[in-house]
């Protein structure tokens, strides 16, 4: 993590170094981590993110030959370069598809201004589940809403970004990533109802009561534009078709869910991923409560919980990483743990008292050595700013 000024000159020093001149402006965006609310975002659900301190930065200045040029800082392999004629689903391959999936998307603007130059740094851990994808489409499309002056509100840039996500990139993500990366704000949980798009900032100060939300990186890495989030995605719209409603979020009595379980093997999975939405749904309002009420934080400790056991056996997207995180958290004295994210890898987090931080992050430390699995990375998550300019 960098301060945003060093972060900014930093990005600004690059920039001038491989291209021989100042950039326009920094921005940047953070990474998140998902108090409670998964994979209810595509479902018209409840979602309930902080933004995290780690950023992605995005160095911009306009062009005059029709070309995008992206370079990174984490990247040792020279600058992409793609005419924006060119640009289109799959084109450039790898990272540069995310910057380049808001370019297209705001394509008109950047060949009227005649082009862009990007390049990228930042510190969001990758295939941790912290949405490092989000953080960098959104420092991109906030830096080129600012420099070439277009009239988007916040909540257009999370669509701007969403749809690069998903028609450039190819992963079906609904919009919580986005929305936490650019709306977010400093000590703040953003109460997110996916379905209207109506949002609240719910006070989420940890230290004031002498706790700390810890993540754990698994060391798993995922993808989310492959294999199994998109089964998800598939098995919940059928879910919600079967029951005769457009979204799982329409379904208000968890036992209709047992509609779908009629005896055959499709029909018990289709029961499990509708259980885990519309459950899922109720413990997001069950925090939101607490957290409104002024209840002491650590009431929500077993919420968080119910969150994993209900992603691990009726969403089945955990691994024996992730719970092996959650078990031993929970068995050092964390108040409750669960693993965050798209599922197949990543991060889990845990509600642990100040003091006990250290604790628990040497018990998973262990855990993980008798494992033969390498050190996890940790880090307390301080909720922070959304996305800004910092340059």
């Not at 160095?59 to 392999?77: E, I, K």
């Not at 996500?165 to 190819?170: C, L, R, T």
């Not at 009431?299 to 009726?314: E, N």
């Not at 693993?339 to 991060?347: L, R």
């Amino acid at each position: 993590m960098r301060s945003d000024d060093h972060a900014a000159a930093r990005a600004r020093d690059a920039f001038l170094a491989r291209f021989g001149a100042e950039p326009e402006g920094v921005w940047a965006a953070p990474g998140r981590v998902n108090v409670i609310g998964e994979h209810t975002d595509y479902n018209g659900g409840f979602v309930l993110p902080v933004a995290l301190p780690h950023t992605t930065r995005a160095a911009v200045a306009r062009r005059r030959d029709g070309r995008l040029v992206l370079g990174s800082l984490q990247d040792a392999a020279g600058p992409v370069e793609v005419p924006l004629t060119d640009l289109a689903p799959g084109v450039p391959p790898g990272w540069g598809a995310y910057p380049a999936g808001v370019v297209a998307e705001l394509r008109e603007a950047v060949t009227a201004a005649g082009g862009v130059t990007v390049l990228v740094d930042g510190d969001v851990p990758l295939g941790a589940g912290l949405s490092s994808s989000a953080a960098l489409e959104c420092a991109v499309a906030l830096a080129l809403r600012d420099v070439l002056e277009l009239d988007l509100a916040a909540t257009d840039l999370v669509d701007v970004a969403r749809r690069a996500e998903n028609d450039h990139v190819g992963a079906p993500t609904g919009i919580l990533d986005q929305s936490a990366a650019m709306l977010c704000r400093e000590g703040h949980a953003l109460f997110l109802d996916t379905r209207d798009r109506s949002a609240e900032q719910v006070p989420f100060d940890l230290a004031a009561t002498g706790l700390a939300l810890l993540v754990v990186d698994s060391g798993v890495t995922h993808d989310h534009a492959e294999g199994g989030y998109g089964d998800r995605r598939r098995e919940c719209e059928e879910a919600a078709r079967r029951l005769g409603v457009r979204l799982l979020r329409e379904v208000d009595d968890v036992g209709r869910v047992d509609e779908l379980a009629d005896g055959s093997a499709e029909g018990q999975v289709l029961a499990r991923r509708a259980r885990h939405v519309v459950t899922e749904d109720t413990r997001v309002l069950a925090v939101v409560d607490a957290l409104r009420s002024g209840a002491d934080p650590r009431s929500i400790g077993p919420v968080l919980t119910a969150g994993h056991a209900s992603l691990r056996d009726d969403f089945e997207i955990s691994v024996p990483a992730l719970d092996a995180i959650v078990d031993t958290a929970l068995a050092a004295g964390a108040h409750g743990a669960r693993m965050v994210g798209g599922g197949f890898g990543g991060s889990a987090l845990a509600l642990v008292d100040a003091d006990r931080v250290d604790a628990v992050v040497t018990s998973v430390t262990e855990r993980f050595a008798t494992e033969h699995r390498d050190p996890p990375r940790t880090f307390t998550a301080v909720p922070s700013a959304g996305a800004r300019r910092i340059a």
